[in-house]
């Protein structure tokens, strides 16, 4: 009689098991259907851990159909962070602009709001993390821009500086260059300031007036000779000497 009843308690209890698996397995395919994949990935590791749990009772075609769905779970998962991957990546490829700076807010927008109405963003936080990144340089971008004109030169070339390093630290190159642009019209402007009124200059004098080192400049030098409205008339390379238009 003894035996009976633990083998009535035993059956029982592997019944219990099994109802319980059947409905994580109902709930799966439920959360599948309507693309809540971290619902579904969390049940589902349950689920493997319930029949871990109790593998003396067996369960084999249990272990089968939730290792098919957790690989399944696994499959759209990555294929929904692919999905976000591509979209930043794409955005890599804009050169930013003082003209489109506001359409580029607004695509990064657009990508942030698709990811706040996605069931999973859970598992999309870490793409979510670098669009508000891009963010915040796009809020420095309206920023740089407000204050560009009213700002003394060596202040802006110091924030200008601090942008480019920042961005190339961050690996955010769309905006490094961003910044290197808005910094190079800048020092255009200034060594053209310096032409009217000098005749000849040494290359590191001019960058140390310009707040920029020789490289740099001498790379600008040679746009600005080919430009219309540039006071460079000539660089001589070999004596790193500029000379201005009379």
Do not use: H, P
Not at 106 to 123: F, H, M, T
Not at 137 to 154: F, H, R
């Amino acid at each position: 009689m003894k035996y009976f009843r633990e083998l009535t308690k035993e059956f029982k209890s592997k019944k219990d098991i099994e109802q319980k698996l059947d409905f994580y397995q109902n709930f799966i395919e439920q959360k599948l259907s309507e693309n809540d994949l971290l619902s579904a990935l969390n049940k589902c590791q349950s689920a493997l851990t319930l029949r871990r749990e109790n593998k003396d009772f067996g369960f084999g075609t249990y272990i089968k159909t939730f290792n098919e769905l957790s690989e399944l779970i696994n499959q759209k998962i990555l294929e929904l962070r692919n999905s976000y991957e591509i979209k930043l990546l794409n955005m890599n490829y804009i050169t930013l602009t003082t003209e489109n700076l506001e359409e580029v807010l607004k695509k990064y927008v657009n990508i942030k709001n698709q990811i706040i109405k996605e069931k999973s963003k859970s598992l999309l936080e870490d793409i979510n993390q670098r669009i508000n990144l891009v963010l915040d340089y796009i809020k420095k971008s309206y920023e740089l821009l407000g204050i560009y004109d009213i700002l003394n030169y060596n202040n802006v070339i110091e924030t200008t500086t601090s942008l480019i390093l920042k961005a190339k630290s961050d690996n955010l190159k769309i905006f490094s260059e961003f910044f290197k642009e808005l910094q190079s019209k800048l020092v255009k402007k200034k060594v053209n300031e310096i032409g009217a009124s000098s005749d000849i200059m040494s290359l590191y004098e001019l960058s140390q007036k310009c707040l920029i080192n020789e490289f740099e400049l001498e790379k600008l030098i040679k746009e600005m000779i080919k430009e219309k409205d540039s006071w460079i008339r000539v660089y001589i390379k070999e004596t790193k000497t500029v000379i201005f238009e009379e």
